[in-house]
């Protein structure tokens, strides 16, 4: 089965509701902008990250917000040279995400999801659904509750 799949099982099996919105194919925030300016102001994007210990990281914040990698590796309890994000090829061999599809949902044993905390002011997010080609529209506390994540601080301070 295929991530989408499974990610809308997932939603489905947890009675989570969810709207798809199919669009054309995306694969950067930029390109987010451009062709679906209305997702940006409520949009989840998610990077995959690597732990040299063998985890893999999706970490989930705001659309224009970018990653504090210190705070990062010390959620994982390592240093930040321990932390590397995944090139676009290894996110889709290893984690079967599109690019530009991913979302934060740990559909593997070795993946842990990390959420940044300015997420909760948000009552509906827009997320990767597996595929750069439809995103999912959900409340962000069913989110949090069905993808596992921990809410942590994330984002840099710029």
Do not use: W
């Not at 224009?64 to 321990?82: E, K, M, S, T």
């Not at 009552?123 to 069905?146: E, K, W």
Request: with cysteine; glycine share 8%.
């Amino acid at each position: 089965m295929k991530v989408y799949e499974q990610i809308l099982s997932l939603l489905d099996n947890h009675g989570v509701a969810y709207e798809r919105h199919e669009h054309e194919p995306v694969q950067t925030v930029a390109e987010v902008e451009a062709k679906l300016p209305f997702l940006l102001d409520k949009m989840l994007k998610t990077v995959a990250f690597r732990v040299k210990d063998g985890r893999l990281i999706l970490a989930g914040l705001r659309g224009h917000d970018r990653i504090d990698y210190r705070q990062l590796a010390a959620y994982c309890g390592v240093n930040r040279r321990a932390v590397a994000s995944m090139s676009p090829e290894a996110v889709e061999a290893e984690l079967g995400f599109e690019v530009g599809g991913v979302g934060p949902f740990a559909l593997q044993p070795n993946v842990h999801v990390l959420l940044d905390e300015q997420l909760a002011e948000m009552s509906t997010v827009y997320c990767g659904s597996g595929r750069n080609t439809a995103t999912l529209a959900i409340n962000f506390a069913d989110l949090l509750r069905v993808c596992g994540g921990e809410l942590v601080r994330l984002a840099r301070a710029d």
